[in-house]
């Protein structure tokens, strides 16, 4: 009998701890059903050394945009999945918000490899802005080959962050490029002047 | 000629000035096509076209050249330089100055040159769209005569999606310069008078204006670059034409790209070369990195931003944001656990909140008025997953 009261004691004292598990802010702001799918995709990203953070935040996002429950599950588990893969291209040793911006990247359409290189190039510091600025570049329409080049040419140099948004702001100022002195790919040059 | 030797100082300045860390890149593009110019025999046709860019800093050089050799020896080469000079954004403006040196030269025949230089103010408020307006002035050599020119421009560009369209209006005016004899057909015989000219030949002038409204649109999907514009000249002097260019390459490598293009050139009422048809597909060598890099100088904070989060201090980071005749805005974010805060009214139109903001990068949205949430006004907005944009910004 001491036993079974014992034990009781313990399931009440779990109870708590239990729901103190489960985030409050997505219980705050999603309804019980929809908490709990997203608080299980938090806890396998979380058991398989992935921030949870982003997760939440994702969910958060969803239900301040007025999202429906399904598409907020649906993209936090798009986002665990971004998530893996970027973990993969930087390995154990990056950080959270490196992970984070990784995500994005992948999702923009970049390579692993080009994150691995750029990894690769500053041993020592952190990868969040650079992968950041590539990133931008990509969604500001320059290939990503050739935004990639850019930004491992500076991250090469040892340059500093701001010198990365920089980058940026100098290519938004540019506009999106295009053909040398304005002209058309290929066309011919002209024939003798005539009089007219 | 005064005019000219500045021009040509300042470009020369440029082109030898410290470079500190430029960077310069460049392609080459080889192809082959059918060409049909104006009033004169088309024909298959070989193009070169190398073309270079050069930055450092706020400063741009760009060179281009153009050989095209026709059958039966006929051969024609276009080049130009052309320099830019900008300065950091003053306010929501950002200034440029250019100079620009063109020529041609023909195969047995006397070629052409123009110099000119300008200035353009472009809106910079680091937003997917801008506007601009220029001024430009110049002058050419043709035919044996100098012809001043002046051309005024506006135009505006946007971001779509991936797409980037602009628009351009340009307006030219030239004034070409003839000898008129007795009896030349231009000479209106509207008296006695005139019917019985001085045996003397005169200096006449011809003013030349004409209006070019050009619509482009570039857009990238996967290897594949598009780049299309189509154009419309209005002019009481010269024949209205339809211009219009079609081009697509597509990466095979990193530095090689297949190029396809077609289209219809304008003449040049300028330089008087004619206009022409073509069709041409090559290859394109890419050279150097073609997303320039240089070390701008150290941002500073713009007051006029119709968006910006300020340096941290003790009580969080200055944000502000822009909304003329707003009743309401409110700011979510990463940053609040996309918990909606109301700024305060700050000034005429602008409204601030003070808020803890790490460094890194961050996803927000504003409201106005309770109305949809989106981007920020200034920045870059991103699709979001749930419909409707935020952005994402880098807080240093």
Redesign the interface.
Known sequence: MPFVRWLALAALLALPAASQAQDT?LTE?LDAATATRVQQVVDSAQAGGLPGEPLV??A????????SDD??V??VQ?LHGQLRRAREALGGGASD?EL??AA?ALRAGLEPSALRRLQSLRPDQPL??P???L???V?????P???T??VL??ARDGRP???F???R?????????????G?????????????? | MRRQSTLLLALLWAAWAPPALGQLSGTLDMGAGTYRPERAIPGGIASIVPALRYTAGPLELNALGVYSDAPAGRWNFQGGTEAIARRPAFGFLLLEASGKAEWTSHYRVQGTTTFSGGVRAYTATGSRTRAWVGRTFGRATALGARRPLRRTEVGGSAMLGRVHLAFTLANTTVDRSYMLTPGDPREPVADTIAAYPEPTAQNQVDRLALTDAVLSGRWRFRSFDFDASVGRRFSRSTPETVIWGLSVSRDLAPTLALVGAAGRAGSDPVTSVPGARYVAVGLRLKLGAPVAVSLPPRPVADASAPFRIGPAVAAGREIVVRATDAEMVELAGDFTDWKPVVLHRWGADSWRTLLPVSPGLHRLAVRIDGGEWRAPPGTRPVESEFGGQVAEIVVE
Not at chain 1, 60 to 67: N, S
Not at chain 1, 139 to 143: D, Q
């Open positions: 802010r702001r935040q994702k958060l996002e969803g239900a301040t945009l007025g999202a598409r907020i649906a993209a798009s918000p984070t911006a994005g969040v802005v992968i950041a600025v990133t931008d570049l969604a500001e329409g320059v290939p080959a050739d935004a080049r850019s040419d500076l962050d701001d010198e948004v920089a980058l702001r100098q290519l938004q100022q540019r506009g999106a490029g295009g053909e040398p002195m002209r058309p790919a290929l066309r011919p040059a002209a024939d003798p002047p005539v009089d007219q």
